[in-house]
């Protein structure tokens, strides 16, 4: 089914994060775009997704991290976790996620559409931030930086 069906149903369906890092260890981050259909203007990993119908959850991972972020690089396989997030809109995501971790050196190329802003932080300043201000950040990224650290 179509992604916007199994959010309004709540079914389980898959997803994926991608966690990218440079050589000084700093990780990734994304603000959403602001009109994004759920969690706009919150901060998050790199990229976040659903594969398209039939599509390998990997190849949807690298493909949407070039749509989003600009960035080609090569992903591996970290952890999967499930989770379940209503929202206030009425939407539920009730992802089987899998955690994707990557390496690139340069800043990213922003799809406006998707991203509003970026940073690069380290992941102690990360963390840090996530436990004194949860609500800047979305609900899945909190869980899957615990999975990732």
Not at 26 to 55: F, I, V
Not at 97 to 121: L, M, Q, R, T, Y
Request: proline share 3%; hydrophobic share 35%; charged share 25%.
């Amino acid at each position: 089914m179509e992604k916007m069906e199994a959010h309004e149903k709540g079914l389980l369906h898959r997803a994926f994060s991608v966690f990218i890092f440079n050589d000084k260890g700093e990780m990734l981050l994304q603000q959403r775009a602001l009109n994004k259909y759920h969690s706009g203007g919150l901060w998050t990993n790199a990229c976040c997704s659903h594969p398209r119908p039939n599509e390998v959850t990997l190849e949807a991972a690298k493909r949407r991290l070039f749509e989003e972020m600009g960035i080609k690089t090569e992903l591996e396989f970290s952890t999967s976790f499930t989770y379940k997030t209503v929202f206030e809109n009425g939407l539920t995501e009730h992802e089987f996620d899998h955690i994707f971790i990557g390496k690139f050196n340069a800043d990213p190329k922003i799809n406006p559409d998707e991203v509003n802003s970026f940073c690069w932080k380290s992941v102690e300043g990360t963390k840090n931030s996530v436990k004194t201000m949860p609500d800047i950040y979305t609900s899945w990224f909190k869980i899957a930086l615990d999975k990732v650290f």
